[in-house]
């Protein structure tokens, strides 16, 4: 029988991904626990509400009763104590009312950020904490190593589909120590064969998608139901009003759906938000105004605090592929980065994460 590793506690959300790391630990030697999180019941909340016909409307995808139930299914398979946290009260301040806000000023967060910030490893190791747990272990397609100092490191995951380390560089260095990605040395199709294997009621299960534990809302409709709407312009660089917007917090730099104005020689894409006047400024995809070389980014979060002029990688969007760039200054908490190439839609509020190979060394929230 394997010697136990120690205690481990398990953010298990009823995804595969996060059964599989459960399953792992415990065929490592590991004393395991898992936990889901209630950070989202499915309402807007309260009477902060722009529209006062909907306060509290429901929001129901999130599902949480079903996913913790299939969470709770797979720690009886498995054999393995279970508990549920509830951090809706800090989720709804920290993650839901910053996201508003952002939105409301024009630009466009990423909640997913936040939320492993503040909710997955803060409040989730403080209960880790209270259980007597040396580590946490989450789902995350990610890796760490420790290097010949004794530094550890957060690496990309193997599978290049599913790297998730662009949503983890704001999370706090000091509990790297004690973070577990089990699945990160794994591509998702041997992570879905090895729930097959040990027969997990999730193994077949679809990836959940949309906003962190929010679940697949219609974004626009989500903020709405805060938000209220100030019409306004859509114009051209030439000055030319091809429409009219429903208000600015509910369109991102480079969004091309929904903006009602078809029939227009080419497609046309929102590469300004005018807040000084409210208007929307569309063009094509080929203009050079939706293109940026050079960005300022703030609040940054080093694991590993880069150096001016040395070359890196980095990225602004999940998913997007990695860009060579180098930082042309840094001081406390910003950093002006210089990429060898323009970059597409460069936006406001969300997230550059910089790489030294496989390394994530942080990020920060663009201006």
Same mark, same amino acid.
């Given at each position: ?15 595969? $991904? ?21 950070? +989202? /019941? ?21 599902? +949480? ?7 709770? @299914? ?19 301040? $920290? ?14 967060? =990423?909640? $997913? ?16 904490? @209270? ?12 890796? #760490? ?19 998730? #380390?662009?949503?983890? +560089?704001?999370?706090?260095? /000091? ?10 040395? &794994? ?20 990836? /959940? ?56 020689? &080419? ?17 094509? =995809?080929?203009?050079? /105004? ?11 979060? +080093? ?65």
């Amino acid at each position: 029988m394997n010697q136990p590793n120690g205690k481990v506690l398990v953010g298990m959300s009823g995804g595969v $991904d996060s059964s599989v790391s459960a399953a792992l630990l415990l065929e490592q030697g590991y004393e395991v626990m898992g936990a889901f999180m209630k950070n +989202w /019941s499915g309402d807007v909340y309260g009477p902060a509400c722009a529209n006062a016909e909907k306060i509290g409307e429901a929001f129901e995808e999130c599902g +949480w009763r079903a996913e913790r139930r299939d969470a709770m @299914r797979v720690a009886a398979q498995l054999g393995i104590p279970f508990f549920t946290f509830d951090f809706e009260e800090a989720y709804r301040r $920290d993650v839901v009312e910053y996201m508003f806000r952002e939105y409301a000023a024009g630009r466009t967060p =990423n909640p $997913d950020v936040m939320c492993n910030k503040y909710m997955k490893f803060d409040l989730f190791v403080k209960e880790a904490d @209270r259980l007597g747990c040396a580590f946490v272990a989450t789902g995350h397609y990610a890796r #760490t190593e420790k290097n010949e100092s004794g530094r550890i490191k957060i690496l990309a995951g193997i599978d290049p589909n599913k790297d998730q #380390t662009y949503f983890l +560089w704001a999370i706090p260095p /000091s509990v790297l120590s004690r973070v577990l990605f089990p699945i990160g040395h &794994l591509r998702k199709p041997e992570v879905r064969k090895k729930a097959r294997e040990r027969g997990l009621i999730v193994a077949e299960k679809k990836d /959940s998608m949309g906003i962190c534990f929010v679940g697949e809302v219609e974004m626009r409709s989500f903020l709405k139901a805060r938000i209220p709407e100030k019409r306004g312009n859509i114009v051209t660089t030439s000055g030319e009003v091809v429409g009219t917007h429903d208000g600015l917090a509910f369109y991102t730099i480079g969004q091309r759906e929904g903006l009602g104005i078809g029939g227009r020689a &080419l497609p046309s894409y929102v590469i300004e938000k005018r807040l000084e006047t409210n208007e929307l400024v569309v063009s094509s =995809n080929f203009d050079q /105004s939706l293109f940026r070389q050079e960005l300022i980014a703030e609040q940054t979060n +080093w694991f590993c605090v880069p150096e001016v002029g040395i070359p890196y990688t980095a990225r602004i969007r999940y998913r997007q592929l990695l860009a060579g760039c180098v930082i042309t200054s840094i001081n406390q908490d910003t950093i002006h980065l210089r990429f060898n190439e323009p970059q597409r839609a460069v936006t406001s509020g969300q997230s550059v994460v910089l790489y030294d190979g496989e390394e994530m060394l942080g990020g920060g929230i663009i201006v």
